[in-house]
């Protein structure tokens, strides 16, 4: 995608003159080549102004209320930008940045990236169901690259609207690969003050990658149009046959289609631009922009192409024994529609879709939890177990985070149907030497005290399997270049040996650190930051899911029952209400340590408040236990009374949601099971912003973990 625009790129070093030409073109002062200001910029000010876009707006419009309102299209190209999206997620992660899908009509699809900035950017409704072109918002990139068809980055005071100056957005348009027509547009924004250049290239590149998969996926629908439109054309007979795709282009004629239309100018190329739409629209006609083709509506038909439920497309049926004829173009009445019928193709005539399994199950029936949080983490991790493409597990201490790196490796193995080792090294707690050693193995006589014949590392030990290292970001700086080179080349040397050794085997590491800001730091290496992060799961907390906290109490209760020999132990209502409200910095850990002492020491078979452990009883006496226990003790925003009306439930069912989770509107929409976009259409509807801010300013309890 080529950079027609002359300056797609901002200046940050001229923010200052771009802010005095903002003033000064409200002011009606503005004249060219003040402030240095790129015309495209100028040119979009003068379209937002023509439009009056209020200059003083703080956020943009929301236009929709979520997934259920899409159109097909919006949907097609959602599932094309999905793995695109997914990468986003991954590296974005804490980078400051996040990323955007928008449609043709600058409606945002969805969002990814560093989960702070996509908290800061809800204040401008930069979120899914959100209007972003600049007949909503102003000049910024994803509206402005839609109107100019081209990419753009747009930065600071540029922005046409005031509320939106403190963000530099970049982004460029998606075409749809069969016409060439405008699809939508990826952008990628972050706040002014992290100014980054490159992004305009990476959205490019990743517009680029979307438009390639709609390619792919615009070709599998026609592969299995034609497989089961195939037969209807050649055994047409003497009848035309035209076959159009599932948006009303012509995809196929037979060769008595134009025969038949009696017509040598609608051939070739013509015939070509026919649509299906043409044929319902006009009056007996069929539009080719340079002549028409008078039908007889009651002898064509129109048949569905039906595959697995989905409709591919149209074919219509243009008998011989009609008569047609070229006529000019004049106002008829409507004439009656062509029949259409519907055609159900064999199934086996498309590929069968493939199940959709939950969470849970096979080899992740280990990972014990419901909550939307880990299911969205075995979801990915069932999408990425059947490569061999490396793995990164982000997560606090104590999350599981090993259980999880050993339920990928066996969905890996029930998936090829093989066996082989699963390796674990926790690269915390052990001094560089003896990690190297571990890693890499050693020869005979390598060093004073080796073991005779040597050792084999865990490298070696994982060819063939998979490589878990535990706590990554605690491996030695100068221990690092020599385990990427292990990577890059897929062969290790044993200390004390000049001759490597092939390996091959899957790398999946975990941490709890925030390797962007050790790689700042200089405390971990770039090059291999980006080896291993190539994608990146992020398990969550226990205070993150704690519904799932019972069916761990369960889990646990009986695992070691069995393990201590045992019988299992009832467990006191007013004990599960406490392990429920404890924030669990130990996360997994904590949890499985506490009931295992409480297993071993609880008197009668039932597990009591005094049986708890000391922590936790601590935090009992100190009313210290509900992690959200100053939700109680904030002052009534609304009534609890009953509610009179419906529109009085709802609003009260949102308002306490909202104080449950400390007005955090992402946090109530997943509660809630809502899209964010239809929070914020309910907060506006019920003017409850003030209660909100009221809200947000008591102080939170800081959670430790």
Known sequence: MPFLNAQPYSNPSQDSQIVRAWRAFLRGEYHAGLGNLRPVVGFSWQRCHDAHVNPNQQNAPILGEGADMLSSIQKELLDASLPVMKEARAYLAESGSIMALADAQARILRTEGDTRTLGLAENIHFLPGAGWGEQDCGTNAIGTALAIGQPIQVHSAEHYCEGIQRWTCSAAVIRNPVDNAIAGAVDLSGLSSSYVRQNLALAVQMAGRIESRL?????????????????????????????????????????????????????????????????????????????????????????????????????VIVPARSRYQAAEAVPHAAPAMPRATAWNAQANHGPQEQQQTGAGKGAFASVVGRSAAIAQAIATARQLAPSRVSVLLLG???????????????????????????????????????????????????????????????????????????????????????????????????????????????????THRNLQEEVRAGRFRMDLFYRIAVTTIRLPSLCDRQGDISLLVMHYLQQLADIHQVARPAIAPQVLDALQAYAWPGNVRELRNALEAMVLTCKGGMIELPDLPH??????????????????????????????????????????????????????????????????????????????????????RREVG
């Open 215 to 315: 390619m792919e996926a615009e070709l599998q629908w026609r592969y299995r149009l034609l497989d089961a439109a195939m037969d209807r054309l050649s055994d047409a007979g003497r009848d035309g046959v035209l076959l159009f795709d599932r948006r009303g282009r012509l995809l196929k004629a037979n060769d008595k289609a134009g025969q038949v239309l009696m017509d040598s100018s609608l051939t070739g190329r013509r015939l070509a631009s026919l649509t299906l739409e043409a044929v319902a629209r006009f009056e007996g006609r069929i539009d080719t922009s340079c002549s028409s083709v008078r039908l007889d509506f009651d002898a064509v038909r129109q048949e569905a192409v039906v595959v697995n439920g989905h409709t591919l497309g149209t074919v």
């Open 396 to 510: 606090d201490t104590g999350v599981g985070k090993e259980v999880f790196a050993k339920a990928l490796h066996d969905e890996h193995m029930l998936a090829s149907g093989k066996t082989a080792p699963f390796v674990a090294i926790n690269c915390g707690g052990m001094s560089r030497e003896l990690l190297s050693s571990e890693l890499f193995g050693y020869a005979e006589g390598a060093f004073t005290g080796a073991r005779r014949g040597g050792m084999v590392g865990k490298i070696e030990a994982a060819d063939g399997g998979t490589l878990f290292l535990d706590e990554i970001g605690e491996m030695p700086l100068d221990l690092q270049p020599h385990f990427l080179r292990v990577l890059e080349e897929s062969e290790v040397h044993r200390l004390g040996e000049t001759r490597p050794r092939k390996v091959n085997f899957r790398l999946v590491a975990a």
């Open 615 to 700: 922590t936790l009883l601590q935090a009992l006496e100190t009313c210290q236990l509900p992690r959200h226990a100053e939700v109680a003790a904030m002052p009534p925003v609304v009534s609890v009374a009953p509610a009179a009306t419906l529109a009085d439930g709802e609003r009260d069912a949102l308002m306490r949601s909202i104080r449950l989770c400390h007005g955090n509107l992402t946090a109530v929409a997943k509660q809630l099971g809502i899209a964010k976009s239809t929070v914020y259409l309910k907060v506006q509807r019920y003017q409850l912003q003030g209660a909100i801010d009221a809200i947000r300013r008591i102080p939170a």
